[in-house]
């Protein structure tokens, strides 16, 4: 199975600063990678879909971005209502698999 | 709007069975793969199962060893999932996930909407 691993597993930012989270990929999935935001005590929900793609709704301070094996989650304006843990995603080879998840904070 | 509904979650003992409902509206429900998706509490999300629109392709983690199986009823828009010989590592919440895709594995599928999930917990 492909394997995601995401970077950091936590980490903690300022309102407005810009956060950067990456996946890694254990082979190559071309752009099919999704990104989910879970809010605490929340259903995960799409952010991101086909590595850099918005659904309708999303704020567009979320950016995704890469192609291959590197993917970068970026927000630029980070806000209080951005608390949540974020989620990589993978349906490009084998069973749908999930990084980790990474844990956003506000300091 | 779409919505998914689960239902039929609660504690269970080990070995027992337990079958999971979702029925789910705001889509044509007969256009879309849906999945099965668990997260257990304070852990990672790992996906269980999926289904295609028509039921023609099932597909399962190897991790359970083929004691789920799922299925669905398109007239009633509904999604299930039965669960049977249940361990105590299945204790997790279980979202019913709607595909982007007809398909269950295409390349390009994500998983647009989920459901609110219900917690199963298998325990003595």
């Known amino acids: 199975d492909l394997q995601l691993t995401q970077s950091p597993s936590s980490l903690s930012a300022f309102v407005g600063d810009r956060v950067t989270i990456t996946c890694r990929a254990s082979g190559s999935i071309s752009i099919y990678l999704n990104w989910y935001q879970q809010r605490p005590g929340k259903a995960p929900r799409l952010l991101i879909y086909a590595a850099s793609r918005l659904p309708s709704g999303v704020p567009s301070r979320f950016t995704g971005s890469g192609s291959g094996t590197d993917f970068t989650l970026t927000i630029s304006r980070l806000q209080a209502e951005d608390v949540a843990t974020y989620y990589c995603?993978?349906?490009?080879?084998?069973?749908?698999?999930f990084g980790q998840g990474s844990k956003l904070e506000i300091k | 709007e779409v919505q998914l509904v689960e239902s039929g979650g609660g504690l269970v003992q080990p070995g027992r069975s337990l079958r999971l409902s979702c029925v789910g509206s705001?889509?044509?429900?007969?256009?879309?793969?849906i999945h099965w998706v668990r997260q257990a509490p304070g852990k990672g999300l790992e996906w269980v199962s999926g289904?295609?629109?028509?039921?023609?392709?099932?597909k399962y983690a190897d991790s359970l060893g083929g004691r789920f199986t799922i299925s669905r009823d398109n007239a009633k828009n509904s999604l299930f999932l039965q669960m049977s010989n249940l361990r105590p590592d299945d204790t997790a919440f279980y979202y019913c996930?709607?595909?982007?895709?007809?398909?269950?594995?295409?390349?390009?599928?994500?998983?647009?909407?989920w459901g609110q999930g219900t917690l199963v917990t298998v325990s003595s």
């Open positions: 705001g889509f044509n429900f007969d256009e879309y793969a």
């Open positions: 289904i295609s629109a028509n039921s023609g392709r099932t």
């Open positions: 996930v709607k595909d982007s895709e007809f398909l269950i594995d295409a390349r390009d599928a994500n998983f647009d909407f």
């Open positions: 995603q993978q349906s490009y080879s084998g069973p749908p698999t």
